[in-house]
């Protein structure tokens, strides 16, 4: 399994309510999730957004609530994978269970930069940045968590059986 994209930047302690704002959370369209997703942070994401973009941040990452809704704003919005030095617990749960690819990597957290092409294997855990010939490494997936991820989520392989 992998992922290539250009990198989208943020910094320590981006919150579940900069992701996706509490005012949405009444709705359960992902598209309409994904059309405010970091709007309370960074106005211009989902103008610049492209499907395959990997989200890179730093400490902390998706702390606040426990909403769901902030790794599937962010899954919708196009973004193939979120690495960051550290996730908080119940985000990294709900990554996972909604099939939202996520990486911890101090290394590619602090080297990677806006706009950086970037390209993960999971299989392995290497992290390249093509634009600066560098890579990291970051733990693999287990083989049961990179099946998750590949159906699209925790109850979609349920419902294959696997």
Request: charged share 25%; net charge negative.
């Amino acid at each position: 399994m992998k992922a290539q994209g250009n990198a989208i930047k943020y910094g320590n302690n981006v919150d579940t309510d900069v992701i996706i704002p509490a005012r949405y959370l009444a709705t359960q369209d992902v598209k309409e999730l994904a059309s405010h997703c970091m709007e309370d942070l960074d106005k211009s994401f989902v103008s610049r957004v492209k499907d395959g973009d990997i989200m890179v941040a730093g400490q902390n990452f998706g702390c606040g609530s426990s909403r769901e809704h902030a790794p599937i704003a962010i899954k919708a919005s196009g973004i193939s994978c979120v690495i960051a030095k550290s996730f908080a617990r119940i985000f990294y749960r709900n990554s996972i269970n909604i099939g939202l690819a996520i990486l911890e990597c101090d290394e590619a957290a602090e080297n990677i930069n806006e706009g950086d092409e970037v390209s993960v294997d999971f299989d392995t855990g290497v992290i390249e940045n093509l634009t600066k010939g560098e890579s990291y490494k970051a733990a693999p997936f287990p083989e049961f968590i990179k099946n998750m991820i590949d159906k699209g989520g925790l109850m979609n392989s349920i419902k294959e059986g696997r």
